[in-house]
T-cell receptor
Framework: DAKTTQPPSMDCAEGRAANLPCNHS???????VYWYRQIHSQGPQYIIH???NNETNEMASLIITEDRKSSTLILPHATLRDTAVYYC?????????????FGTGTQLKVEL | DAGVIQSPRHEVTEMGQEVTLRCKPI?????LFWYRQTMMRGLELLIY????????DSGMPEDRFSAKMPNASFSTLKIQPSEPRDSAVYFC?????????????FGPGTRLTVL
């Protein structure tokens, strides 16, 4: 699986949009970009994923650059409950299950 | 749906003892994953199953670790004998292979402390 690079930490004011960047310059054509987050002491939680088109769901938006070498996760109106470690992962679908390799992620701190 | 269920939630044991962690995946899910999380190494995939068959166990650290999935609704991760360096939070996750089937659902984890 391709490797990703994320900033170790970011701060965001409550109510503002949180934009979390991820670089994946060695991504291959059949690899998806996944985002998960982990709130302290809980299991990771799926947020969103995409291949090359931008995606939006009830939690967030995912913007993937045209060359697919980087992406941005957008939390449109961050709340204190969004404080968590956010993981950007690239992965292919393999043999019935996609194998996710978690890096160190970005610690997002949402403050008043 | 109750989500992925793991037991016990906390386990404290002494070095050399056998430890068995349990996982019940979400009903209808085809794939099951065991992960380990430590401060030093982060979140690592240990092994995963598809339709109860182990597909990739390359992340299992040593022969002391073994995992089984006797049926679609139950899996175990066993450590025998346990060592202090096995102390970690162990997560189980499951996933459906139907439809878009791309989301892994994680359990709450088992915090293992080996003294």
């Amino acid at each position: 699986d391709a490797k990703t690079t994320q900033p170790p930490s970011m701060d965001c004011a409550e109510g503002r949009a949180a934009n979390l960047p991820c670089n994946h310059s060695t991504i291959s054509g059949n690899e998806y970009v996944y985002w998960y987050r982990q709130i302290h002491s809980q299991g990771p939680q799926y947020i969103i994923h995409g291949l090359k088109n931008n995606e939006t769901n009830e939690m967030a938006s995912l913007i993937i650059t045209e060359d697919r070498k980087s992406s941005t996760l957008i939390l449109p109106h961050a709340t204190l409950r969004d404080t968590a470690v956010y993981y950007c992962i690239v992965s292919v679908l393999t043999g019935g299950g996609n194998k996710l390799t978690f890096g160190t992620g970005t610690q997002l701190k949402v403050e008043l | 749906d109750a989500g992925v269920i793991q037991s016990p939630r906390h386990e404290v044991t002494e070095m050399g003892q056998e430890v068995t962690l349990r996982c019940k995946p979400i009903s209808g899910h085809n794939s099951l994953f065991w992960y380990r999380q430590t401060m030093m190494r982060g979140l690592e995939l240990l092994i995963y199953f598809n339709n109860n068959v182990p597909i990739d166990d390359s992340g299992m650290p040593e022969d002391r670790f073994s995992a089984k999935m006797p049926n679609a609704s139950f899996s175990t991760l066993k450590i025998q004998p346990s060592e202090p360096r096995d102390s970690a939070v162990y997560f189980c996750a499951s996933k459906s292979n139907s439809g878009r089937g791309d989301t892994q659902y994680f359990g709450p984890g088992t915090r293992l402390t080996v003294l």
